[in-house]
Every structure is written in C-alpha cells, then in structure tokens.
C-alpha cells in the first residue's frame, strides 16, 4: 500500500520563525490533505492540494504530485500554530495518513 | 466549509458498560462517514467505512461486535463501543466527505473516551 512519511517529527521554533514541513509519499495520489491537530485533539482541515500552490494567510502548501511530496509552509508562526500536522492521501476515497509532525511555538 | 459535529467530546464510563458516540454533518449529506481512532502521540487509524442504509466496512482488526456502527440517515452516524473496557480508552473521530467533492474529508471534533 501507499507509504506516507513527513519530517520532521519535532519542530520546535521561536514565535516569529518561519518552518517547512514536508510530507513524501510512495505512489501516485488522487488527493493530498494536511490537517492541524490543536492541543485539544480537534482536526482542522487546512489545504485539499493534489497539486500546484495553495495560500491561506500565513498558511501555504504545495503539492509536486510528479515528484511525490508536499510542503506546508508556515510563516510568522504564533503559539497557537502548536500543534501537530499531519499530511494524509487519498486512496479509494480512505485518507493514509503521515505519522506527523509535533510543531511547538515558544512565545 | 462542511461541518461535522460530533457529541459527547468526553466521556468517562465504568468498566462493562456501553458508550454511544454521534457524528452529524450540519450543512451537507454525506452518503458515507469514517470513523478513525487515535492512540496518545500516534496517527489516526481508520476503524470502518459506514455507508447510510447498509453495514458498515470494518478494518482488519477491528472487531464489529464490540464497536456497532449505524449509519441511519444521511446525516448521522453513531459509534457505540460495547462492553468497554480498559484499552478501549482512545480518542475517536469521525469524518465525511461531501457529494462530488472527490475525496476532501472533514472532520468532527473528536471524542475522548476514558473506560475506568
């Protein structure tokens, strides 16, 4: 089956700091999917992008199905980007999901 | 965006007892739903597939007798865990996905279940 891997697994940054999250995946995908998941376990829905740029305020992602991966870009972070993220394809219309990267914000 | 609500967002339950979690779309029907189950600091595992007017898919290894999934209406969906015990204890979420959206999934808040 698909193979889904992100890195870092721990990121920890100053408030302020920029970061890049990755996400590779072993096959061809439909769909891409990246989540943040707050503290308190909710998943927020952040980018759909099977391919190309998406922006969202701080919040871009983009998506080279071609070459199998995807980057979250997140910039001027702030504490309440802490959290994980987590990148998830499609397969069958069933999300496989990345292990996730633990992202910590210190004011 | 869609909305899925789910309800309770935590619940504590003594051992041997039964517990219903719902998942309800707001503003969309969603033919199919997904329930997932996460461990403390892993990734999401997704339980079953539930279908609205038929038997929900399970995962291997997931057992169908101890967590009964019915999917009613096109709208809801429920998650009973059956006879609960210990390390049923996890953090259940649900999803759907919209008619013609190709697969974009969203997500309930989550339930927190502790089985004392």
């Known amino acids: 089956g698909i193979q889904v891997e992100q890195s870092p697994p721990d990121l920890i940054l100053q408030e302020g700091a920029n970061s890049t999250l990755r996400c590779n995946f072993s096959?061809?995908?439909?769909?891409l999917q990246w989540f943040h998941q707050n503290p308190w376990g909710q998943l927020i829905n952040l980018f759909y992008i099977p391919s190309g740029t998406k922006q969202n305020g701080r919040l871009s992602a983009t998506t080279v199905a071609t070459e199998r991966y995807s980057l979250l870009y997140i910039s001027s972070s702030q504490t309440t980007d802490s959290g994980v993220y987590f990148c998830a394809v499609d397969s069958n219309y069933q999300l496989i999901w990345g292990a996730g990267t633990k992202l910590i914000i210190k004011p | 965006g869609a909305v899925v609500s789910q309800h309770p967002s935590r619940v504590i339950c003594k051992s041997g007892t039964s517990v219903k979690i719902e998942c309800r779309s707001l503003?969309?029907?969603?033919?199919?739903m997904f329930w997932y189950r996460q461990f403390p600091k892993q990734s999401l595992m997704l339980m079953a597939t539930?279908?609205?007017?038929?038997?929900?898919?399970?995962e291997q290894g997931v057992e169908k007798d101890k967590f009964l999934i019915n999917h009613a209406s096109l709208t809801l969906s429920t998650l009973t865990v059956t006879s609960a015990h210990p390390e049923d204890s996890s953090f259940y979420i649900c999803?759907?996905?919209?008619?013609?959206?190709?697969?974009?999934?969203?997500f309930g808040e989550g339930s927190r279940l502790t089985v004392l």
């Open positions: 096959d061809s995908v439909n769909n």
């Open positions: 503003d969309f029907q969603a033919t199919t």
């Open positions: 999803s759907a996905g919209r008619p013609y959206t190709a697969g974009e999934l969203f």
């Open positions: 539930s279908n609205e007017g038929s038997k929900a898919t399970y």
